[in-house]
């Protein structure tokens, strides 16, 4: 399975971007990109996802690097309820979505 | 629209005990998944079916069986519940296309004492 590195801590102050990165350096042509995101006490939900060109959502923005090796998820305003563990994940057609530890955002009032 | 579906939520068990973790969506998705999340921990993949009457092994099978009872349910079974067992666990459901997104249950807290 396809692996990724993310840092495994971030901070931000409250109502500031957020740039969380992720490497993924052996990413195939035809893996997708996941992003995830688990608050406290609860289980994973998705973000956001792409392929090749970058995407927005009610939510966040995905920055895909040209050569895809890399991708950066971003929250244009930080809350307090964006608090939480953020997970990039690679998939094909195949079955298994590996989760690394991610990344734990504190965001600072 | 429910969702992924998992009871119960918190469970204690001493060791040696048996139970059943149950899962359901609503979603007509094909995979279905268990995880576990130790504390501080990403998710490790116990078991998975991609399909109604198939089920495979993940990264952390040893001391769980699955069963895929129908296209809805997928249950985790604990045999012989042992204390490095305690951990909380997530059902997820997949439609099966690499461009959607899982979709988690809200986990079932299990301790064994």
């Known amino acids: 399975d396809a692996k990724t590195t993310q840092p495994n801590s971030m901070e931000s102050n409250e109502e500031e971007p957020v740039h969380l990165p992720c490497n993924h350096s052996?990413?195939?042509?035809?893996?997708?990109i996941h992003w995830y995101r688990q608050l406290p006490s609860q289980g994973p939900e998705y973000v956001i996802h792409g392929l090749t060109s970058n995407v927005n959502n009610r939510m966040a923005s995905l920055a895909i690097a040209e050569d895809r090796k890399s991708s950066t998820l971003i929250l244009h305003r930080a809350t307090l309820r964006d608090a939480a563990v953020y997970y990039c994940?690679?998939?094909?057609?195949?079955?298994?979505?590996?989760f690394g530890p991610g990344t734990r955002l504190s965001v600072l009032p | 629209n429910a969702g992924v579906t998992q009871t119960p939520k918190f469970q204690v068990l001493k060791t040696g005990q048996s139970m059943t973790l149950q899962c359901a969506q609503d979603?007509?998705?094909?995979?279905m998944y268990w995880y576990r999340q130790d504390p501080g921990m990403g998710l490790r993949l116990i078991y998975y079916?991609?399909?109604?009457?198939?089920?495979d092994k993940g990264e952390v099978p040893n001391g769980y069986n699955v069963s895929r009872l129908n296209k809805r349910e997928f249950s985790l079974r604990l045999e012989s519940a042992a204390p490095s067992q305690t951990s909380v666990y997530f059902c997820a459901s997949w439609l099966g296309q690499s461009n959607q997104p899982q979709h988690f249950g809200d986990g079932t807290r299990l301790s064994i004492l």
């Open positions: 052996t990413i195939s042509g035809t893996d997708y």
């Open positions: 079916s991609a399909s109604e009457g198939t089920t």
């Open positions: 994940i690679l998939n094909y057609y195949g079955q298994n979505f590996v």
């Open positions: 979603m007509n998705h094909n995979s």
